[in-house]
T-cell receptor
Framework: RKEVEQDPGPFNVPEGATVAFNCTYS??????FFWYRQDCRKEPKLLMS???SGNEDGRFTAQLNRASQYISLLIRDSKLSDSATYLC???????????FGTGTRLTIIP | NAGVTQTPKFQVLKTGQSMTLQCAQD?????MYWYRQDPGMGLRLIYY???????DKGEVPNGYNVSRLNKREFSLRLESAAPSQTSVYFC?????????????FGPGTRLTVT
């Protein structure tokens, strides 16, 4: 079983729609959680950290469910510029190494 | 600040050739990392360095060596390239300890081994 699992997609979503991705992690010692965004042939960049109470950044909302060991990302009012691959990332307590999921590919359709 | 820089951007090698991928960061970060990214595999850690003078193996270290030359620079060397090392290589760095360990990535090196 992979440490971090994501649905690879692709998700093809019309502009303006709401889309949600889930990600599950297997290591219960995981302490920090992130969503990274990776554009085609570019490097990953941090989109947002995921906090226990859930957090929102504009059109993006991240949630953490420790009991079920999953995190989610919700994108509202999707824009063409949201087209990218979204990587779920977890970090074990006291360990600087990050574990990356394989990513979920999102395409926003005009 | 330039952030994390990597050279070269592209490279084609023949099997058995050697090369060094260079990485530098100007953010005064302590920890640096080398990853490879292959289709369907996600990012896999090759080596990392928690501080100048220290290096540790990651998930896929075989066939690679690293050098943390100073706080700024962390190089990755392929001594005898193999077609299985065809990949995109990313270098990353992390701010000083204290979490939550956000990583900043360089633009990547696209390596093809024929």
């Amino acid at each position: 079983r992979k440490e971090v699992e994501q649905d690879p997609g692709p998700f093809n979503v019309p502009e303006g729609a709401t889309v949600a991705f889930n990600c599950t992690y297997s290591n219960s010692a995981s302490q920090s959680f992130f969503w990274y965004r990776q554009d085609c042939r570019k490097e990953p960049k941090l989109l947002m950290s995921v906090y226990s109470s859930g957090n929102e950044d504009g059109r993006f909302t991240a949630q953490l469910n420790r009991a079920s060991q999953y995190i989610s990302l919700l994108i509202r009012d999707s824009k063409l510029s949201d087209s990218a691959t979204y990587l779920c990332v977890v970090n074990e307590f006291g360990n600087e190494k990050l574990t990356f999921g394989t990513g979920t590919r999102l395409t926003i359709i005009p | 600040n330039a952030g994390v820089t990597q050279t070269p951007k592209f490279q084609v090698l023949k099997t058995g050739q050697s090369m060094t991928l260079q990485c530098a960061q100007d953010m005064n970060h302590n920890s640096m990392y080398w990853y490879r990214q292959d289709p369907g595999m996600g990012l896999r850690l090759i080596y990392y360095s928690a501080s100048e003078g220290t290096t540790d193996k990651g998930e896929v270290p075989n066939g690679y060596n690293v050098s943390r030359l100073n706080k700024r620079e962390f190089s990755l060397r392929l001594e005898s390239a193999a077609p299985s090392q065809t990949s995109v290589y990313f270098c990353a760095s992390t701010p000083p300890a204290g979490g939550p360990y956000e990583q900043y990535f360089g633009p990547g090196t696209r390596l093809t081994v024929t």
